[in-house]
């Protein structure tokens, strides 16, 4: 602004502006106000403003400017960025989710094995000390217990086998005694004697004689076969002759042919009953004969029942 010119007062622009103005926005130069001013002197009236008061500057120096128009044909770069955004948030979601599933789970399967000793965690020292005592004095006396039981083992093992051989000697003892008594069947190598009546009886006598020749042979039980049936014979068989004839064995009448089965040593019966004088010759004596045969298997079915003891009791 010049000396000439009056505040509020806008100088008419020339017709053509001088050079070096610098244009004021809004497209009005500032310069030609001066000019304008000193032509309206020179002739002699007051200057007519024509321009418009200028806008006060701002005490700040600074202006508002216009708000720049955005091009439309250029790209919606933010929009693509946040799209991009929103989905690498999305997949680290899912990633934290899953890492979040796993630190749960870890969680838990800690928390169920740890859940037995957490008593233990939040006992005291001086607690911890006695749940330990004890379990040393339990685990002393669970110790002390194994022991007592393996020694009772080794004793029931050892008394068990001492028992099972005492009755398994005792058992055999009552065979032999059952079988010598005639109380039990028995079944084994021996002989059978036939005796055969040819030109005479065959006499108590001989057969008692035969049945006492297989004892002196080793003979351990015997049978006597007859018409009249089977006489298991023991110790105490009597043989007596029946006067209707045949012979009566422990009371029961037996008639010829007859049958002795001894189970013993084959290779000792037989020939005990065919030496010099003995029961062979004795029974062709009477006017019989005797067939010896050795056999595999000699069958004793006959029995005797156990006799009851009046008088004798076992000396224990």
């Known amino acids: 602004m010049t000396d000439e010119q009056k505040p509020g007062q806008i100088p008419i622009p020339p017709a053509t502006p001088a050079s070096g103005d610098a244009p004021v926005p809004g497209g009005e130069p500032v310069s030609g106000a001066a000019s304008g001013s000193r032509d309206a002197s020179a002739s002699g009236g007051e200057p007519v403003s024509r321009e418009a008061p200028l806008a006060q500057p701002d005490p700040d120096g600074l202006e508002e400017s216009a708000p720049v128009a955005q091009d439309e044909s250029e790209p919606v770069a933010p929009q693509a960025a946040d799209e991009a955004r929103r989905k690498q948030v999305s997949g680290a979601g899912a990633l934290i989710g899953v890492l979040l599933a796993l630190l749960g789970f870890t969680f838990v399967v800690q928390i169920r094995s740890n859940a037995g000793d957490a008593a ?58 059952g079988i010598l008594a005639g109380t039990l069947k028995a079944r084994g190598p021996g002989v059978m004697l036939r005796f055969v009546d040819e030109t005479g009886k065959i006499k108590a006598g001989t057969l008692l004689n035969a049945v006492q ?62 030496i010099a004088g003995g029961v062979v010759a004795a029974a062709r004596t009477d006017g019989g004969n005797v067939i010896v045969n050795q056999m595999d298997v000699v069958e004793i079915n006959e029995t005797r029942s156990v006799p009851e003891l009046e008088y004798a009791r076992p000396v224990t």
Do not use: H
């Not at 020694?151 to 065979?175: M, V, Y």
């Open 120 to 177: 233990y965690a939040s006992a005291r020292e001086g607690d911890l000390l006695q749940i330990m005592s004890d379990l040393d004095a339990y685990e002393r006396r669970l110790n002390q217990d194994i022991t007592s039981l393996e020694q009772t083992r080794r004793e029931l093992q050892s008394g068990a086998a001492g028992r099972d051989a005492a009755l398994a000697e005792a058992k055999a003892r009552a065979d032999a005694l």
């Open 213 to 274: 020749e297989l004892r002196g042979a080793g003979a351990e039980a015997l049978q006597i076969d007859g018409s009249g049936g089977s006489v298991r014979i023991i110790a105490s068989t009597s043989f007596v002759d029946d006067s209707a004839g045949g012979v009566r064995v422990d009371g029961r009448r037996l008639t010829g042919p007859y049958t002795i089965r001894a189970v013993g040593d084959p290779a000792t019966l037989k020939p005990a009953m065919e």
